[in-house]
Structures are given as C-alpha cells and as structure tokens.
C-alpha cells in the first residue's frame, strides 16, 4: 500500500511536471533588447524605428497570413517555440556612444534578453555591438551602414542593410548614367557629419570614385550637433560643384535645407545618403525645399492588397499616420530576420540562435525590402543586399534609377524650393 502510495506521488508529481512544461511553452516569452535614439537630435529616427519594431510584434504575435510568403507571420507567435510570444525592450542610446554601450549591458546582464538590434547611429551600433560580442549575445542590425561594423572580426554581430560600399557603387553607376545622357558630373562635393557613419560613407565614395578616376573636388567635414552651417554652404556655393552628396541625420538635414534657402544656393544635382533625408520629420519640416533631391533606398510601398501596403497600414497607427520609409522598413526587415532565425533555432540558447543565423537564406518573395535575398557571410554581412535611386517630388519619393526600376526619369536640375 505505501508503494502504490509513493508512485501515485511520483506520477502524479510526474504530470504535474508535464503540464507545468507545458504552460511554460505556452507563457514562454522571447526577450530581444532594441536600442534607439529616443531622445536626442536623431529621436525622430529613433521614434520611427520604435513604431517599426512594434508593428513587426504585432504581426508576429497575432499573425497575418495575408502577408504572402514572409516568415513568422502566419501563426499566433513562434511555431519553432510552441507558439512563444515575443517581447522587446527598448532603450534610450541618446544620441551617445557611451549611452548606447552602457544600454546593451543593462539589456544583457539585468533584462536577460536573447538578442540585440539597433543602433540606428553607426558610431552606437559599434560600441553597443561589442557589448553583445563580449558576452555571447547575437546582435542584428537593419541599417547602419559604416564600413568597419563588419570588419572587427565580430562572431555575434549580423547586418542585414546594404552598406556603404554598396551605396558608393549605386552612387558612381547612377552618375556615370547621368553623364552619358548629358549631365554634368564630374566636379563632386561631399558634405557629411563626422561621427562614424558621416566620415565612413565619405571615406568610401572617396576611395571607389577615385578608383575610378573621379575626383572629389571638396569634402566638407561638419559637427552633426552643430546650429550653424552657413560657412560650409559659403564654400559650395564659391566652388560650384556640378553635383553635391550630403551625408547627414534629420537636425542637420533640416539645417542645411534651410541654409540653402536663406542662402540662395542650389546646385545642378543634390543626391542625399538616406538617414536624415528619410526621415519623415525632415520631409514635413522642409521638403518643399528640397525638390528634386535624390536618395537611395532599398524601399517601396506596393500597391493596395500587397505586404507593404498591409503592413504600411499598421505601421501608420503606431507612427502617428507617418507612412514606412526606408531607414524604418530596413530596421522591421532586420528584426524580422533574427526572429525568423530564433524561430527556425527553435531555442532562445544564444549558441544556436547565431547557428541559425549563419544559415539564414531568405528569398526576396520572403522580404518587405527589394533586395536579392538574405545571406551573411563570415563577417556577417548579407551579401544580398540592393538598392535603388529615388527622387523627391515634393510630396513622394519616386524611383528613378535602374531604369528596370524607374516608375518616372529623373528629372534635371534640383529644383530646391
């Protein structure tokens, strides 16, 4: 009788065990930490990728089979985690390097979370990266795009978006198109912001132009916090470039738009490295004095019925009624992209999440981004990331370049205000 008496206690012990698994699975949570700009000169950024990473949880958690063939949409949370919800925990980087490296160690060491995205900034992006190589955690990132993020040797650290060298080609082939067709092109400004993003994307159209035997006949260097820009305005407008790349956040975006103006200054052709150009802040504060600006972008919202356009229309419930644009969507792609890998891992073990990873291979009907698919290769880049050239018309951003992607030709000179 005591027998039977201790393996009832053991069974029933047993299955309490079992059900107790079980309601774990189901109450399971994956913890990702998020670090943005929220505060700061580039919070509107940083607002912007919040809505975005939120509306990319809602889908997850929810599920939306409407959305075609794009991963970890289809079901109520994580199949690979038995219908795991996912979490994010945002953190403020500031603005700041140092901000940004202390965030990603309070997301590690006291929120636990399994994996890292952001920074938005790339000089953030590297300092908060190498928290989450020190202790082991896989850290993707959607869209900053300075050369040496994935030059460090780093084993954790994956970066979905085109990067700066990608651009710089886009940038050159456009231009030499633009010559051929009668523009001229061959005295080029760069203007850019010196933390790391500004000086590592100048650095690089320098050296591929140059490669190129194109010279960069100025390149002007300014502080990204900085309230008065009319000095460096003065020497484009001295030197008259026939083409003028500005690599800037949405504070000096703005600045500079309105400098031009006041100053009278507009050259024949103003192509903008994305980041603050994008930024819907900037195109509500002056894009009627930048018209005709070109931008590169990876981005488009498709036409009523498609992903984008669905998502887009969650998206803007979240944004204020701000529509995705490009910096945005390539920060939900990047999250959606480690998700769908802790989903595959079927664990939250960091150890087999960055497995995963190493193994994604995504097709471009499984991407809200145009690119040619997602693959990292040793460094952690993905090798096949793409992108387009666009133009402000004053309302829109309309592709232009490849003319296989052109909805309209570009249209000569910038228009300005």
């Known amino acids: 009788m005591k027998l039977q008496r201790i393996l009832g206690l053991l069974s029933a012990a047993a299955m309490s065990v079992v059900l107790a698994g079980a309601a774990s699975a189901q109450d399971k949570t994956v913890k990702i930490g998020a670090i943005f700009p929220l505060s ?23 599920g939306n089979p409407a959305l075609g063939n794009l991963p970890v949409t289809k079901n109520a949370g994580l199949k690979g985690l038995g219908g795991a919800k996912v979490e994010v925990v945002f953190a403020d980087n500031q603005g700041s390097p140092a901000v940004g490296q202390n965030q990603a160690l309070r997301l590690i060491t006291e929120e636990k979370v399994v994996a890292l995205t952001g920074a938005y900034q790339s000089g953030i992006t590297l300092t908060a990266s190498a928290i989450a190589e020190k202790y082991g955690i896989p850290y993707v990132n959607g869209e900053s795009v300075a050369a040496n993020l994935t030059e460090r040797g780093f084993k954790w650290f994956f970066r979905v978006t085109p990067v700066a060298a990608d651009f710089a080609q886009i940038y050159l082939d456009f231009l030499k198109d633009m010559k051929a067709g009668g523009q001229k ?3 080029i400004a760069l203007v ?12 690089v159209i320098t050296s ?22 009319q000095s460096q305005v003065l020497q484009l407008k001295d030197k008259k470039p026939d083409v003028v790349i500005m690599i800037s956040y949405t504070s000096d975006a703005i600045l500079y738009a309105k400098t031009f103006q006041a100053l009278d200054y507009k050259p024949p052709m103003m192509i903008a490295d994305n980041a603050g150009y994008s930024d819907p802040s900037t195109l509500k504060a002056v894009g009627k004095q930048i018209q005709g600006i070109f931008n590169r972008s990876s981005f488009a919202i498709g036409a009523a019925g498609t992903p984008t356009f669905l998502i887009n ?3 803007k419930k979240k944004s204020g009624g701000d529509d995705l644009d490009d910096t945005a969507a390539r920060q939900m792609q990047g999250f959606f992209v480690l998700i769908e890998a802790i989903d595959r891992a079927g664990s939250t073990e960091p150890a087999k999440i960055q497995a995963a990873l190493k193994a994604t291979d995504l097709k471009p009907d499984q ?7 997602v ?8 090798v096949l990331a793409a992108g387009l050239v666009i133009q402000w018309d004053g309302e829109n951003y309309v592709p232009v370049w490849p003319k296989q992607l052109a909805k309209t ?8 205000w």
């Open 313 to 315: 229309e969650i998206y």
């Open 40 to 62: 700061g000169n580039a919070a509107s950024a940083g607002v912007h990728a919040k809505a975005a990473i939120e509306t990319a949880v809602e889908i997850i958690n929810s």
């Open 192 to 203: 850019h912001e010196n933390t790391e993003y500004g000086t590592s994307v100048a650095n």
């Open 185 to 187: 092109v061959d005295n």
């Open 208 to 229: 591929l132009f140059k490669q190129n035997g194109i010279a960069i006949a100025q390149d002007i260097a300014y502080s990204a916090n900085t309230t008065d820009v």
């Open 409 to 416: 030709a570009p249209v000569f000179p910038y228009k300005g």
């Open 367 to 373: 991407l809200i981004m145009g690119y040619k698919g």
């Open 375 to 382: 693959k990292f290769d040793e460094k952690g880049q993905n």
